[in-house]
């Protein structure tokens, strides 16, 4: 059973994955990484995702910390 995280935790780990510029599949630093994008989760818009573009390529899933919802669909 997933427990979601708490509003808190929640706006902790937004606030590291923006600070550190994290891919949310793979949690690699994507600083200098090509083909990078950020997004808010597109069921509960409240997390922003952020993915590298190797894992977009290779159509990683990414897991929403707020909602739960996994994407890409």
């Known amino acids: 059973m997933t427990t979601l995280a708490s509003e808190q935790q929640l706006e902790m780990l937004s606030k590291h994955m923006k600070a550190n510029n994290v891919c949310n599949s793979c949690n690699r630093e994507i600083n200098t990484l090509p083909n990078n994008t950020r997004f808010y989760c597109p069921v509960c818009n409240k997390f922003e995702i952020v993915r590298c573009g190797h894992c977009r390529q290779i159509v990683a899933?990414?897991?929403?910390?707020?909602?739960?919802?996994?994407?890409?669909?």
Request: proline residues 8%; positive net charge; contains cysteine.
């Open 61 to 73: 899933k990414y897991t929403c910390a707020s909602c739960g919802f996994i994407g890409p669909n």
